[in-house]
């Protein structure tokens, strides 16, 4: 196996889990504490817990005795990109949103993002024309549902930053054409959506990577 990418609700990989808290490292529970929200923390839960779903059925060893660390490379504080101790080869990505979280794991890099729908209002125009190009911006303004159009093509560049591959400081530099199917080769990456009411996310891999969706014990517990 190359890759695994879960996406599910946050409640259903609460649920799964057990106690998904006591998977996580003293760092994390810390930063997760911190957080104001209880909606928030279970959010921050559910994605470390589940990506350590990922890893451990990508390397078939046990949730409980794998480590995930995470680091920005420039300060001390646990933050940044996540990576899994003892294992240099092996690339991690978490996401989460409002009542959503995503996760990846794959012998090399990978980057899985998500994003809620919520059904709202159309894009915010100066974040469309920061996060896009022209050529997207044209399409998107002829797209049918250009609210969910645009948050699909936001979490695209999310998984390419999350790969280095785009910058989060200047997204609208990298072209992701509005039109085609998923998978889509891009950058050198394939990118894989995934879509369910209430969220988009996609994956960036070096492969296919189609994530599955998690339910209430459809994994069962973690070990």
């Known amino acids: 196996m190359a890759a695994v990418a879960l996406v599910g609700r946050t409640g259903d990989v609460l649920a799964g889990a057990g106690d998904a808290r006591g998977l996580l490292t003293r760092a994390e529970r810390d930063r997760a504490a911190a957080l104001r929200s209880a909606a928030d923390r279970d959010d921050f839960v559910a994605a470390h817990a589940l990506v350590r779903l990922c890893a451990a059925e990508l390397l078939g060893l046990p949730a409980r005795s794998l480590t995930v660390v995470q680091s920005c490379g420039r300060c001390e504080r646990p933050h940044g990109r996540p990576a899994l101790a003892g ?13 959503w ?15 809620a729908d919520d059904g709202g209002d159309e894009p915010d125009p100066a974040l469309v024309e920061r ?6 911006r044209a399409e998107l303004r002829d797209a049918p549902d250009p609210r969910r159009t645009f948050l699909r093509q936001w979490v695209r560049k999310e998984s390419l930053v999350k790969v280095g ?4 400081d200047e997204p609208g530099r990298t072209d992701v054409p509005v039109r085609g199917g998923s998978p889509a080769r891009r950058c050198g990456w394939w990118l894989t ?5 209430g969220a988009v996310a996609c994956v960036a891999a070096r492969e296919q990577v ?11 517990p973690f070990r």
């Open 87 to 99: 294992f240099a080869d092996v690339g991690l990505s978490l996401a989460h949103t409002r009542g």
């Open 101 to 115: 979280v995503a996760a990846a794991a794959a012998h090399g890099p990978v980057g899985i993002d998500i994003e």
């Open 131 to 136: 996060a896009c190009g022209p050529g997207e």
């Open 165 to 168: 591959a785009a910058s989060l």
């Open 193 to 197: 959506d995934w879509w369910a009411p």
């Open 210 to 220: 189609p994530p599955r969706t998690v339910s209430v014990g459809a994994h069962g």
